[in-house]
């Protein structure tokens, strides 16, 4: 494999199938520090994306999937991130020096480009602020002692969207995270099914369009309510995908 600056050359690969590529499309403009890696520096048939902790393996080819896979250097504990459960499935098959350490089931699902204009006038609500960072972590599904700082960087440097009470306070609130998915939506417990999500919802997806970038989420395969609601707003089911991390076995395991 072969680390390359010049990420123009996954083009192709990405404009053959965008579905499958948006989480790399969102890292690559979000975060320069990640790593591109290909397996030929003229016309490459795939690539690896690392970033920190996480890794994409991309190609149409399963051949060169388990090629680069068996040719790139993997750290012990390693994530890959909303990959299609096919290229997982290869993934955890062909590095047999791994285990598997945790996973998540989810589904990927976009915004087809003839129903943008259904989102171009709408009143633009408030961004989150740092200030309510307190309250966004208190809630977040997966709330750890890194996660107030990934949220924070979350609302500083990407779209947001909230809706808050007389005191101004949020009561529901949703941003785009470094992948540029939509998630991290929430609605506090007393102010549910008053039609809130859908109003955050269809703000954020007006400044994602907005910014040039395609609105897709990415929704745990057992939350039916998300998925109803993302089917509401316009979104198409495109394929199941697999969040999963992985780490290197004891020499007695192997």
Do not use: H, T
């Given at each position: 494999m072969y680390l390359t600056d010049n990420w123009s050359i996954i083009d192709p690969l990405i404009r053959d199938n965008i579905a499958a590529n948006l989480n790399t499309i969102g890292r690559m403009k979000n975060n320069k520090g990640i790593k591109i890696y290909v397996d030929n520096l003229e016309s490459p048939r795939g690539?690896?994306?690392?970033?920190?902790?996480?890794?994409?393996?991309?190609?149409?080819d399963e051949d060169m999937v388990r090629s680069m896979l068996s040719s790139f250097p993997l750290t012990d504990e390693v994530g890959f991130c909303g990959i299609q459960n096919k290229t997982a499935e290869i993934v955890m098959k062909h590095l047999k020096e791994y285990e598997l350490a945790w996973d998540e089931d989810c589904e990927l699902f976009y915004l087809p480009e003839e129903l943008y204009s259904k989102y171009?006038?709408?009143?633009?609500?408030?961004?989150?602020?740092?200030q309510d960072i307190e309250i966004v972590d208190r809630y977040y599904t997966y709330r750890d002692e890194t996660s107030r700082e990934y949220l924070l960087e979350c609302i500083k440097n990407r779209p947001s969207s909230k809706l808050t009470n007389q005191e101004g306070s949020p009561i529901s609130?949703?941003?785009?995270?470094?992948?540029n998915s939509l998630g991290v939506m929430y609605t506090v417990s007393d102010y549910r099914n008053k039609g809130l999500a859908k109003i955050i919802t269809a703000d954020l997806i007006h400044k994602t369009i907005a910014r040039g970038n395609i609105p897709y989420v990415h929704i745990r395969a057992d939350n039916n309510a998300s998925k109803n609601l993302a089917k509401e707003m316009g979104f198409v089911f495109w394929?199941?995908?697999?969040w999963f991390g992985l780490r290197k076995k004891s020499r007695k395991e192997e």
């Open positions: 690539f690896v994306l690392k970033d920190d902790y996480w890794v994409i393996p991309y190609s149409k171009e006038n709408l009143e633009g609500l408030p961004y989150l602020q740092e609130w949703a941003l785009v995270r470094e992948d394929d199941k995908i697999l």
